[in-house]
């Protein structure tokens, strides 16, 4: 069975940074665009960040666009979401998620979900 375990989440204070990761296990990793999404309380999960098989392609939603990086380690089917100027709008549960082809389209159904990391931003 497919798992995405995601990991690196915690408290950090408003213009701080982390570094979520996303490993993958029985899963042809380097066959699959791989995404991030968050869900913060009481709203629906939203589209973050996706990234094709190979990592040379990448599309973000606007208010991450030059705060969030998407890449990828094939090599140790890991995907990986750097975060820097934290904003208190960006605590959320985050999830990541694999699906076959690449899509920016922020409604593409994805195939495999994770179990969600929690970010909580202080302000």
Known sequence: ????????GGLVQAGGSLRLSCAASRLSFNRYAMGWFRQAPGKERDFIATINWSGSITDYVDSVKGRFTISRDNAKNTVYLQMNSLK??????????????YSNSPTVRYDYWGQGTQVTVSS
């Open 88 to 101: 208190p709008e960006d605590t959320a549960v985050y999830y990541c998620a694999a699906r076959n082809y």
């Open 1 to 8: 069975q497919v798992q995405l375990v995601e990991s690196g």
